[in-house]
């Protein structure tokens, strides 16, 4: 059997920074410009926009603290598909999708293909941010701004923060 | 003339006689050198490998503490085994175990006391004290009782053959599994209860090493077959129309979910079962059946579930059990 691609969580301007694809036995991986290998995400962020770009086929943009990316649902993911139906942006949401690189009227622009989306609460946000955030200093990456606006949400009490995430990280 | 006749007769007749027995005498003699020699060979040749014999022979006669065993009778017999017929060493001992266990009536060699984690040989004949943590309906004619027993070392499969006629064991109580086989299924160890095992119960507390997991991670994926299912009456197998066992059943209902659970490093397949279910989403078996009723789609209480758990954070514990964990207990976090 197949292993299951991991989940990652990384931030918006990450993703938009994908340019290539490379293949890597039957997988295929977008590349950041840091040079990580990306395949399935894990991603919260806000739906600001959805449109439907085609029957059956519709364009979300979702942005973290970092920028916004450009996601796709269609029929292929019929799950999804239904799931998008009754969501209505602006709402925070959380999605699971592959990066994939694609040619766009000239442009290389990355795009998440959705795989699954589901309306979250500000904690799951945070906590997403959080996590995110880790792993990104993890590849010795500061994300300054998430930084900041981690230690602003620190000074309200929000419940997720009592979890200890250096325990389980380490 | 006649004398001479007389003479000369018996003395031809003594002497020829005599020649014939030198004849003989010498050919006796010489194929007693060559006794001698094969002797001395045999004595040689049984010299340089026979220490191993004598060894093995001895480890048959320790195997057996409670019998007077005629240790020529064991010796001659592994002779015919390892220097006659060329078997391996461990084969003949095996055999020379059964043949002495079989004629002395069923007193099997004493497996060794071991415990769960030790055992890495398949075939072995091992006597294992365990817990008994989980029993499985079984779901086939042949298996009396299946299930999961566990040490301070380890859990493993349990397997009780039908035909071993052995006592059932009940769950959270503690047993001793004598003289059972090591098996190697799926590449998972388990252990089998045959007809020469025996199962007591034992007046101990085992302490079980949990193969327990504990995660905070996101339910990213729910895999096919979940939410509300039909399973076979007879084998709990989940089934659309047929059991591939019982054929056309009718199904009966319960709730479950098969999902992916993702911390950003690792991916875990889980099980969540319908108190698993209810404590997460407050929806059980009887309100799904009710909202699939009402909406006359058997579906609408997967597109409910998905609505309600997917894309969050939850602290999961569970029993890993081959592929999948058992979520024992799971909060949103």
Not at chain 2, 22 to 51: D, K
Request: hydrophobic share 40%; glycine share 4%.
């Amino acid at each position: 059997m197949k292993e299951r691609e991991v989940a990652r969580r990384i931030f918006a301007f990450e993703i938009n920074s994908c340019r290539q694809m490379v293949k890597d036995g039957e997988k295929t991986y977008a590349i950041t410009e840091n040079g990580l290998k990306v395949n399935r995400i894990f991603f919260v962020g806000a739906l600001l926009e959805k449109t439907e770009v085609r029957p059956g086929v519709w364009k979300l943009r979702i942005a973290d603290p970092t920028g916004s990316i450009r996601a796709y649902v269609s029929n292929y993911q019929p799950e999804a598909l239904e799931a998008v139906v009754d969501i209505e942006p602006p709402c925070l949401v959380g999605v699971t999708g592959k990066v994939r690189v694609v040619e766009f009227s000239g442009k290389v622009i990355p795009i998440v293909r959705l795989e699954t989306i589901n309306i979250v609460d500000k904690t799951t946000y945070i906590r997403w941010l959080r996590e995110a955030l880790l792993f990104a200093q993890e590849r010795e990456l500061n994300v300054e701004r998430v930084e900041d606006i981690l230690r602003e949400e620190e000074q309200e009490d929000f419940k997720c923060l009592e979890f200890d995430f250096t325990k389980y990280f380490n | 003339m006649n004398s001479e006749l007389i003479l000369v007769v018996p003395s031809s007749y003594s002497k020829k006689p005599s020649k014939n027995l030198n004849a003989i005498n010498s050919f006796y003699f010489l194929l007693f050198l060559l006794y001698l020699i094969f002797i001395f060979l045999s004595q040689f040749s049984s010299e340089v490998v026979g220490m191993n014999i004598e060894a093995l022979a001895d480890k048959i006669i320790k195997a057996f503490p409670d019998l007077e065993l005629n240790r020529n009778e064991i010796l001659q017999k592994l002779k015919l085994l390892v220097y006659e017929f060329r078997v391996p060493e461990d084969e003949a001992v095996r055999t020379i175990k059964a043949w002495i266990a079989r004629e002395h009536g069923k007193i099997k060699p004493e497996a060794p006391l071991v415990k769960i984690g030790e055992l890495s040989e398949e075939y072995a004949w091992v006597t294992i004290e365990a817990k008994v943590v989980k029993v499985w309906n079984p779901n086939n004619e042949s298996i009396a009782q299946a299930g999961l027993i566990g040490d301070e070392t380890g859990i493993i499969k349990f397997v009780t053959w039908a035909k071993a006629e052995k006592p059932l064991v009940e769950e959270g109580k503690c047993y001793r599994f004598e003289n059972v086989v090591v098996h190697r299924w799926k590449d998972q160890f388990q252990i089998n209860v045959t007809r020469t095992s025996e199962i007591v119960e034992i007046d101990k507390d085992i302490q079980v090493k949990e193969n327990t997991i504990k995660i905070v991670a996101v339910l990213t994926k729910i895999l096919s077959n979940s939410g509300l299912i039909k399973r076979c009456p007879k084998c709990r197998r989940a089934i659309r129309d047929l059991c591939p066992v019982h054929g056309k059943v009718q199904g009966i209902d319960d709730l479950r979910l098969k999902v992916v659970f993702d911390d950003g490093r690792n991916t875990y397949d889980a099980i969540l079962n319908e108190d698993a279910i209810k404590s997460l989403t407050g929806i059980d078996l009887q309100k799904a059946v009710e909202i699939a009723k009402e909406q006359l789609d058997r579906n609408a209480v997967l597109r409910l579930l998905r609505e309600r758990v997917l894309c969050k954070y939850y602290e999961v514990e569970g029993v890993k059990v081959g592929r999948f964990v058992l979520v024992k207990s799971i909060r949103g976090c």
